[in-house]
């Protein structure tokens, strides 16, 4: 699939092309301008995740580009860029002066709880949903890629509308 075709599948008509072309730059891993079926099935998961875990464990699978099932620092190095890429790309600006190597590196010395150097998806898993920061980047994701956030996270790509409601927000 190209990516032309794949921006297609994103209804938000105001972000839909901007948000596909993002999507397909992160799934696109060997940058051949395409998405074979491997990817393109990434892409299904990812948009049909409606749990946290769901959510966390696509992910998961999102910064382990080798298919370990691992991550090391330096796949997570890589995946904050596209991150922050992202966020940057939907005008979600993070902590000012916040470099993503300096962000994984931190992220990844509080989550490797064995301290091997490597992160297995329990301890993804156990120390996103430990630290409100992180999911409420990894909320933003979301709801660039799918529409849809985790479910009780708030993130900054939802506080001005939650502001504008009344609700509370994270900062």
Request: net charge negative; charged share 30%; glycine share 8%.
């Amino acid at each position: 699939i190209t990516q032309d075709q794949f921006s297609h599948f994103f209804p938000d008509l105001d972000r839909g092309n901007k948000t596909g072309n993002i999507v397909f730059r992160v799934l696109d891993e060997d940058r051949s301008g395409f998405l074979n079926f491997r990817q393109f099935l990434q892409a299904i998961d990812l948009v049909g995740a409606r749990t946290p875990e769901a959510k966390l464990r696509w992910a998961f699978r999102m910064y382990d580009e080798d298919s370990s099932k691992m991550i090391d620092l330096k796949e997570m190095e890589r995946v904050m860029e596209y991150i922050y890429t992202m966020l940057d790309g939907a005008d979600i600006k993070l902590e000012d002066n916040d470099d993503p190597s300096e962000r994984a590196k931190t992220i990844f010395k509080k989550l490797d709880t064995s301290g091997d150097g490597l992160l297995s998806e329990q301890e993804f898993m156990k120390g996103c949903e430990e630290d409100l920061t992180l999911m409420a980047m990894m909320n933003d994701l979301f709801v660039i890629i799918t529409g849809e956030g985790i479910p009780g996270i708030i993130g900054k790509s939802n506080q001005t509308q939650n502001r504008e409601e009344g609700l509370e927000t994270l900062d």
